[in-house]
């Protein structure tokens, strides 16, 4: 019997683990996945927690009712990987053997990386929303606060869903608003990138929604260091950001387990084939979702699109076929825009969003890069089906793995 095992129960390997139980021979693969965790977490669902659209049970679920049967789950926490024996170590002291890793240990905030960032005043009056913990803290303040300077501010890239901060700032003019104090409170966005988000075109588009909102941006803002009781941000050019409410994005970094094992980036991110989802560290061990190095975004519908193609290439890899470079860094994310709208971005390595309609070319019904009601609803939709559809690794009907051409307006210089 040989073993594949795979690290990590978050969206990437639940859902390879479920692609695979149906692909690989019972009597020829032991398939065995290693989490220390008891829950899964919906984490888009994260961005809705602070403004009451979700309540904290709505994104919470266990581990185990989303494993298939044949399974063998070890419940237990990595300490690290020992490329040469081929061997993951846990910190129990067992030692688990592989014939083919797979490793999907996601990324994590780590705020300890910015001076004063998680100092005395954190989650006083500075939150994060990218944890289930955070998100539920910055809701219970958001309650009763009085309003002043709130600043949404992103340390550095690359983060885990970068539209994410985007969309709070959208949400939090929505939420000010409807509240009836949005003229108490003064929104900025403080980034690290020159405009609003990593593309020309979509930045174009966000900076118009920004000013439209009166959000104030801060482009180019690399933070030195944070004064969280003088509710000050400083960067490394002497610029200074005031805050009342400060929620960040720390820096996100790979799971420590990488750096233990020695083949980790600064990151700890895992060097891997941004076309085949083959680690650069060894044969035999392979990478998806948040946990690679591959300039993609860190989403749940990139490690989705990872899934289908880097299933056929373990299969490949087995029947010692060469791998396929098919991979083309596919992601396709909405943009909560407040009022019950969204935008739609579809794009990959090569091709930034584009305006245009999908997934049907020239009838959508979902716009690309435009604001429309029908994009809130596929957002709100989303959550329906990752338990139901990404997660047991479900095909999306009429979605592909790869990014389709069809359907978006191509100019000179996009072709």
């Not at 993951?88 to 996601?106: M, P, Q, S, W």
């Not at 959550?383 to 359907?407: D, E, Q």
Request: hydrophobic share 40%.
């Amino acid at each position: 019997m040989k073993n594949l095992v795979i690290l990590g129960a978050g969206t990437a390997g639940t859902m390879m683990a479920n692609h695979l139980v149906k692909k690989l021979n019972k009597k020829e693969w032991q398939i065995t996945l290693v989490d220390q965790f008891k829950s899964h977490y919906y984490q888009p669902g994260f961005l809705f927690i602070p403004f009451g659209t979700y309540q904290p049970e709505d994104v919470r679920r266990t581990i185990d009712e989303f494993l298939p049967k044949g399974i063998q789950l070890i419940r237990e926490k990595i300490d690290r990987i020992d490329k040469d024996t081929d061997t993951v170590i846990l910190e129990n002291g067992r030692n688990v053997k592989y014939d083919i890793l797979i490793i999907a240990t996601g990324c994590k905030i780590a705020p300890e990386e910015v001076p004063g960032m998680k100092g005395d005043t954190w989650q006083k009056n500075i939150f994060d929303f990218y944890t289930f913990e955070g998100s539920c803290a910055l809701a219970k303040k958001l309650e009763t606060w009085p309003g002043g300077k709130l600043v949404v501010h992103i340390t550095e890239m690359p983060i885990k869903c970068p539209v994410a901060p985007l969309e709070f700032s959208f949400l939090a003019d929505d939420y000010f608003t409807k509240k009836g104090m949005r003229d108490k409170v003064e929104i900025s966005y403080v980034t690290p990138l020159s405009g609003a988000f990593t593309k020309p075109k979509t930045t174009e588009t966000l900076n118009y929604l920004l000013k439209e909102k009166n959000i104030k941006i801060v482009p180019d803002f690399a933070v030195e260091h944070i004064e969280g009781e003088n509710g000050k941000m400083y960067d490394y050019g002497g610029e200074v950001v005031d805050f009342d409410l400060l929620v960040t994005i720390p820096t996100n970094m790979g799971d420590e387990c990488i750096l233990r094992s020695g083949f980790g980036d600064d990151l700890n991110y895992v060097p891997t084939d941004k076309n085949t989802l083959q680690s650069k560290v060894k044969e035999n061990i392979f990478v998806i979702g948040d946990a690679t190095n591959i300039p993609a975004s860190k989403a749940g519908s990139v490690a989705h699109f990872e899934a289908e193609i880097l299933t056929e290439n373990i299969l490949k890899y087995i029947q010692g076929k060469p791998l396929n470079p098919e991979f083309d860094g596919h992601a396709n994310c909405f943009i909560e825009t407040g009022k019950g709208k969204a935008l739609l971005i579809d794009f990959n390595y090569d091709v930034e969003p584009l305006k245009g309609k999908f997934p049907f070319a020239g009838i959508g019904p979902l716009n690309l890069l435009e604001e429309s009601a029908f994009n809130h609803f596929g957002k709100m939709a989303f959550k329906w089906v990752y338990w139901n559809m990404l997660l047991p690794a479900r095909k999306i009907p009429f979605v592909t793995p790869t990014m389709s051409r069809a359907g978006k307006k191509f100019d000179k210089e996009t072709v």
